[in-house]
């Protein structure tokens, strides 16, 4: 079944510790990014496992071996339990971490969900937006990697050819919207066609009832099961 991950991309820690409050019982998994991070260093890590929460740090590596190596084992210490880092980087750097994460998951990033055929056109990386994910993952399943960071609007094609390795799939709306989020998708699209866990901020943390957004999103992703 798809589990869900609240995004945590706050700068305010009051309105974290409200979010948490609100949601915390009916939510296991939380996304900690570059904001919430810049913002509250370690103490954020500490405050989710005080709640006995899992955390999926998002900070997708993108350097040289030995930094994300020396990295890696800095967050494993942390206590995360997923850990992201760009597949752009190359083999080396994928092995580089696979020495260090200890229990941890690593959850490759091929393409960001606010990056379309459009854009990599215009830097120079071709117009395949499809063969570049399939490869990237390839090259990150080849050397060990756990995971993948995708557009639900991938899956169709991705679980077809990685049917067991974990998909996160950031980019979920409740509906209709228009944000710098271009490849995006509903939570009940996402579990059809095979996300193992889908990662949704703004619509949780910017709604004025974020306990019922949740909740909403659990009883879509919930329907979705039933009817499979």
Known sequence: MTQLIVSLDIDDIEKVFYILDQTQDIVDF??????PFLSFGYR??????????KVFFDLKFFDIPNTVRKS??????MGVDFFTIHLLSG??????????????????????????????????MGEDVEGM?????????????????????DLPFLRKKFPSI???????????????????ATPSYASKNGADFIVVGRPVYESENPR????SILKEVESEKGMG
């Open 30 to 35: 939380y996304k900690v990014g570059t904001i």
């Open 44 to 53: 954020i890590i500490d405050i989710l496992k005080e709640r006995g929460k």
């Open 72 to 77: 890696t084992k800095k967050i494993v210490e």
């Open 91 to 124: 083999k080396e750097v994928i092995k580089a971490a696979i020495e260090e994460k200890g229990k941890a998951k690593i959850i490759g990033v091929t393409l960001l969900t606010s990056i379309e055929k459009n854009d990599i056109e215009e830097i120079g």
């Open 133 to 153: 994910i399939v490869r990237l993952t390839q090259l990150g399943v080849r050397y060990g990697i756990d995971g993948i960071v995708c557009s639900a609007k």
């Open 166 to 184: 974990i998909m996160v799939c950031p980019g979920i709306r409740l509906g209709e919207v228009k944000d710098d989020q271009k490849r995006i």
């Open 212 to 215: 019922q957004v949740v909740k």
